[in-house]
C-alpha cells in the first residue's frame, strides 16, 4: 500500500491527485469523519470506556466479515455464517462447562464444526457446481435445525470461568475479544496478500477461466477458502457464546448479512477479486461506531436500522461512482 | 466547403494527469469511410468512446451536422444518430434477434411488448441488408460473423447517420469480410459516414477514403487513402520507417521432436489430428473460423476430452487431462480470447503475470519474497517491453496489446517447451505485432517449439516453418515453406484439393 501512495503523490497534477486520493481510501476518510463527527457531537463518545466498548462489540462482526472478505474475494459467498456460529456455538459449549471443563476440546469443536461446514458448503459449490447462494442457503437452514435439535431448543448455561473469560475477559486491559480479532486480522492478510494460497484466491476470484488455463487448481482452492470462512465462523460463535455467556442455539441470526454489509462496506467486491480484510475490519467498526454513536444520541433502534441500510447501499454507489477515477 | 456530417474539433482527455488525447481534430464526411490508424494505446478507443458517450472531453466539442452535440451515453448518442460495433460484441446473448435489435426501444403497449411487431420490423431491417438471418432466432445460435451483422442491423434500425466499426473483421471470416464490405458500400451509397478502425493494411485500403492516423494522443495527420503506400502508413503510426512487416528469420536447425499427436479425436470438432513438432520449430495452424483450431489447441491443453488417439511430448506418451497437466508437461496456452480467458482485469500488472510461476518465489512453498516476485515481473516488462506506469498499475487500463504482452510474459516466467498461441496478434497494432513476432522467432531459435494459430496469412507464411491447415475438423494438408502461399492455404482450407483455386 505504501508504494502506491508514493505514487499517487508523485503524479503532479493537484486535483487528480486528491481525487485519486479520496477514491482509494474512500472508506478510511469516512471513517475518521464519522468518527471526529461522533467526537465532537457527543462527550460520552469519546471516552476510553466507550471506544473499547466498540471495538469489542465491532470484534465478532468484524472476524465474521474477514471470514466473508475471503470467501467473496474467491467469487463466492457465505450465508450460513449465523446459523454455524450457533451450531458451533452450542456443540462446544456443551464441551466448556463448568463441571468437566475443557477448554482445548470446546475451542477445537468450535473451530472443527465450523470448518466441517464451511467444508461441506464449499464441496458443494466447487464439486456439486450449485451456486453459492444457494448452497450456503440450505446449510444456513440446516446448521441451525442442526443447533436447535442438539439443544432441545434450550440454550446450554453454566459455561466454566475460562470460557467466559474469551467473551468477557480482558488482558492488561485490552478485551480478548480485541485481541483475536486483531491476530486474525494479522494473520489473514498474511495469507491474502503474501502467500501463493491467498494469491490464487484473488486469481479465481477475479477470472476463474483464466487462472483454470494459468494451471491454478480452482476446485480445491475454492473449498479450502469455504473451509477458512468456516473455521472463522466457528470462531466467531465461540467468542460468541462466551461473550453472552451460554450458547444459544436462537443466537447469531442475521449475523451473516452484518458481516457481508461490513466487507462491501470496506470495499470488497460481491464479484469477487477484489478486496482486503482491513477494509472489512474497517467497515465492521464503522457500523458498530455508528449504532454506538446514535445509542448515545438516543436514536431509536429502528431509526438506526434504517440508516444502517442507507450507509449501506451509499458507501457501494460511491465505491462504484468513483471506480473510474481509481482505474 | 464541403458539407461534414461529423466533426471533432480539438478533443482533449486526460486520465488522472495522464494525457490521453491532446487536441484531436477529425471529421466525416456524407459517403465516407474514414479510416482511423494508430498503434495501441494511441488513443483510437478513448476518442471513439468519447464520440459515442461513454467518456467526457476535458476540451474540444463534437459537431453532427453543424450542430454542437454531447452524447451523455452510449443510448443517447445513438438516438442523435451515431451507432458504434463494438470490437467486443455485447449482445444478449439469450434473447432473439428481434429483440436485440429493438433492445431499449421496444414496440409494444405499455408495459407489454409486442414480439410480432418487433419480429416484423427486424425483419424488414435484416431484409435491406440482404441478410438470411431469422428475426426469432437466439443470438447464442449465430456464428460471431451473424452476431456483428446483426449489431449492424440494430445501428441500420435507429437510422444511424455515423456508424463507428471497431475491429470489426478480427472475428470473421474472409468471406464474411467481403458481405461488411458489401453492406459498407451500400452505407455510403446512402450518404452514411463510416469510422473504420482497424490493424489490417489489406483492408484499410481496400475501403478507406481517407485515414487519420493517431499517434500517442496526439493526430499525425488526415490523408487520402490514395496518397499514401503502406510503407509511408506504418512510418507515420509508429514514429519510425519499418523496413518489413517480419523481422529477419534467425538461422538454425530444428531439434528433437518435441509433440506429437497421432489420431487425436473429440466429439463433434476433431477427427484423426495428427501432428508434429520439433524443437525451435514453428508449425502453422491455418483455416477458417470453425475450422476446429481453437478446439485444436484446447484439446491438447486438456480443456476438451479426448475421446481417441495419442500425445507424445519429447518422446514420452502423456495423457493431459487438464490445464495443470499440460502446464506440468511444459505446454503454455495463449488463449485467443484476453478477457474471457486471458487475463484478470481485476488486478495489478505484477500479480497478473505471476500467478503461474508464484511457486518460484515463494519461501516454504508459499510465502511470496517480494523481491523474487518483483524481479521476474520487472524482467518480464523489460524483454517484451510493456508500456505500463509501474508493475502495480491495473492490468486492465493496459492498451490490447500491453495486455497481451502480459499475457505472453506470464507464460514464458515458466519456461515452457511448448507453446500453443492462438491468434497471438489479433487486434493488436503493427508495432506491437512485429514486437510478437520477434519474440516468437527468438523462442523457436532458444529451441522452443511452437503451434501458432492465425487467421492472417501473410503472419503464417512470414514466420512458420511449417503450416497445417485445417477444415472442418481434420487436417486437410500440410505445406512446408517452399509450398506455402496465401492461394495454397487458402484451398485446403476451404476444403478443396489441388492448386487450381483462385482467392478471390
Known amino acids: 500500500m505504501r508504494q502506491e501512495w508514493r505514487e499517487i503523490v508523485s503524479t503532479g497534477n493537484k486535483e487528480g491527485q486528491f481525487k485519486v486520493y479520496v477514491a482509494k481510501y474512500g472508506i478510511y476518510f469516512l471513517f475518521l469523519l464519522v468518527f471526529i463527527l461522533l467526537s465532537v457531537s457527543n462527550k460520552a463518545f469519546f471516552t476510553v470506556n466507550n471506544l473499547l466498548n466498540i471495538s469489542k462489540q465491532a470484534s465478532i462482526v468484524a472476524i465474521i466479515a474477514m471470514g466473508q472478505t475471503i470467501c467473496l474475494i474467491s467469487g463466492g459467498m457465505d450465508l ?11 456443540t462446544s459449549a456443551m464441551y466448556g462447562l463448568a463441571d468437566g471443563t475443557n477448554m482445548p476440546a470446546a475451542v477445537l469443536t468450535a473451530i472443527g464444526v465450523g470448518m466441517t461446514c464451511g467444508l461441506i458448503n464449499g464441496l458443494i459449490v466447487s464439486w456439486g457446481k450449485v451456486p453459492a447462494f444457494i448452497a450456503t442457503l440450505g446449510m444456513q437452514q440446516a446448521a441451525r435445525g442442526m443447533a436447535l435439535l442438539l439443544t432441545n431448543a434450550t440454550p446450554v448455561f453454566g459455561l466454566s470461568e475460562q470460557y467466559i473469560f474469551l467473551g468477557s475477559g480482558k488482558i492488561s486491559g485490552i478485551p480478548v ?4 480479532m486483531i491476530l ?7 495469507m491474502l496478500n503474501k502467500t501463493k494460497f491467498g494469491r490464487h484466491i484473488y486469481a479465481i476470484g477475479g477470472n476463474e477461466l483464466s487462472a483454470y488455463v494459468s494451471g491454478l487448481n480452482v476446485k480445491r482452492t475454492r473449498l479450502l477458502a469455504y473451509t477458512i470462512t468456516g473455521a472463522l465462523t466457528g470462531l466467531g460463535g465461540l467468542l460468541l457464546a462466551g461473550r453472552i455467556q451460554s450458547g ?10 452484518d458481516a457481508i454489509a461490513g466487507a462491501v462496506i470496506g470495499g470488497v467486491s460481491t464479484s469477487g477479486g477484489i478486496g482486503s480484510v482491513y477494509g472489512a475490519v474497517i467497515g465492521a ?4 461506531m455508528v449504532n454506538n454513536g446514535l445509542d448515545l444520541l438516543n436514536v431509536s433502534a429502528y431509526y438506526q436500522q434504517i440508516i444502517k441500510g442507507i450507509i449501506i447501499v451509499l458507501t457501494v454507489f460511491i465505491d462504484v461512482r468513483t471506480k473510474d477515477i481509481k482505474k | 466547403m464541403e458539407h461534414r456530417l461529423l466533426e471533432v474539433e480539438g478533443i482533449t482527455k486526460s486520465f488522472s494527469g495522464v494525457l490521453a488525447l491532446d487536441h484531436v481534430s477529425f471529421d466525416v464526411r456524407p459517403g465516407e469511410t474514414h479510416v482511423l490508424m494508430g498503434e495501441n494505446g494511441a488513443g483510437k478507443s478513448t476518442l471513439m468512446k468519447i464520440i459515442n458517450g461513454i467518456y467526457h472531453a476535458d476540451e474540444g466539442m463534437i459537431k453532427l451536422e ?3 452535440m454531447k452524447a451523455q451515453s452510449p443510448m443517447d448518442a445513438m438516438e442523435k444518430g451515431i451507432s458504434m460495433i463494438h470490437q467486443e460484441l455485447n449482445n444478449v446473448l439469450d434473447m432473439s434477434v428481434a429483440e436485440n435489435i429493438f433492445l431499449g426501444k421496444e414496440y409494444g403497449r405499455g408495459i407489454f411488448y409486442d414480439r410480432r411487431l418487433m419480429q416484423e420490423k427486424a425483419g424488414e431491417v435484416l431484409k435491406r441488408l440482404d441478410l438470411e438471418i431469422s428475426p426469432a432466432v437466439k443470438m447464442r445460435e449465430l456464428s460471431v460473423a451473424k452476431r456483428q451483422m446483426v449489431e449492424i442491423a440494430k445501428a441500420v434500425s435507429v437510422n444511424a447517420k455515423i456508424i463507428i466499426m471497431d475491429e470489426p473483421t478480427s472475428a470473421i471470416s474472409h468471406k464474411e469480410v467481403e458481405a461488411l464490405f458489401g453492406i459498407i458500400g451500400n452505407f455510403k451509397k446512402q450518404g452514411m459516414g463510416i469510422v473504420y478502425i482497424s490493424h489490417k493494411m489489406d483492408e484499410i485500403f481496400r475501403i478507406a477514403d481517407r485515414i487519420t492516423i493517431l499517434r500517442d494522443g496526439k493526430s499525425v495527420g488526415t490523408y487520402k487513402a490514395g496518397h499514401l503506400t503502406i510503407d509511408q502508413l506504418i512510418a507515420k503510426m509508429v514514429g519510425r520507417t519499418m523496413e518489413n512487416m517480419f523481422p529477419p528469420p534467425i538461422e538454425h536447425e530444428p531439434g528433437e521432436e518435441a509433440l506429437r499427436v497421432e489420431g487425436l479425436c473429440c466429439e463433434h470438432v476433431l477427427e484423426d489430428i495428427s501432428l508434429n513438432i520439433r524443437k525451435g520449430e514453428i508449425l502453422g495452424l491455418a483455416g477458417l473460423m470453425g475450422a476446429g483450431r481453437s478446439e485444436l489447441a484446447e484439446a491438447l491443453f486438456g480443456m476438451r476430452r479426448i475421446k481417441q488417439g495419442k500425445v507424445w511430448i519429447r518422446g514420452k506418451e502423456r495423457e493431459i487431462r487438464r490445464p495443470r497437466d499440460a502446464v506440468k508437461a511444459g505446454l503454455a496456452f495463449v488463449t485467443e480470447d484476453r478477457a474471457l480467458s486471458g487475463l484478470n482485469k481485476k488486478t495489478s500488472v505484477k500479480k497478473d503475470m505471476s500467478i503461474l510461476t508464484l511457486g518460484r518465489y515463494c519461501r516454504w512453498k508459499q510465502v511470496i519474497s517480494g523481491r523474487k516476485e518483483n524481479a521476474a515481473v520487472d524482467r518480464g516488462i523489460r524483454t517484451l517491453k510493456i508500456k505500463t506506469g509501474s508493475r502495480n498499475q491495473n492490468v486492465g487500463s493496459l492498451s490490447g496489446g500491453n495486455q497481451q504482452k502480459v499475457i505472453v510474459a506470464r507464460w514464458l516466467l515458466g519456461e515452457p517447451d511448448i507453446l500453443l498461441m492462438d491468434e497471438p496478434t489479433r487486434g493488436i497494432d503493427v508495432g506491437a505485432k512485429y514486437e510478437i513476432y520477434s519474440i516468437i522467432q527468438k523462442l523457436a531459435a532458444e529451441g522452443k517449439a511452437i503451434l501458432m494459430i492465425s487467421s492472417e496469412m501473410p503472419e503464417l507464411i512470414g514466420l512458420c516453418h511449417r503450416v497445417a491447415v485445417m477444415h472442418e475438423g481434420r487436417i486437410r494438408g500440410e505445406l512446408t515453406r517452399e509450398e506455402m502461399s496465401q492461394e495454397a492455404i487458402m484451398a485446403l482450407a476451404a476444403g478443396m484439393e489441388g492448386d487450381c483455386v483462385n482467392r478471390e
Do not use: H, N, Q, R
Request: proline share 3%.
Open chain 2, 66 to 68: 453543424g450542430k454542437e
Open chain 1, 184 to 190: 486474525v486480522m494479522l494473520a489473514s492478510a498474511f
Open chain 1, 80 to 90: 450460513s455464517s449465523g446459523s454455524v456460529m450457533a451450531l458451533a456455538g452450542v
Open chain 1, 177 to 180: 475479544l480485541v485481541i483475536v
Open chain 1, 285 to 288: 467498526l464503522l457500523m458498530t
Open chain 1, 248 to 257: 444459544t442455539p436462537a443466537m447469531a441470526e442475521g449475523y451473516e448479512l
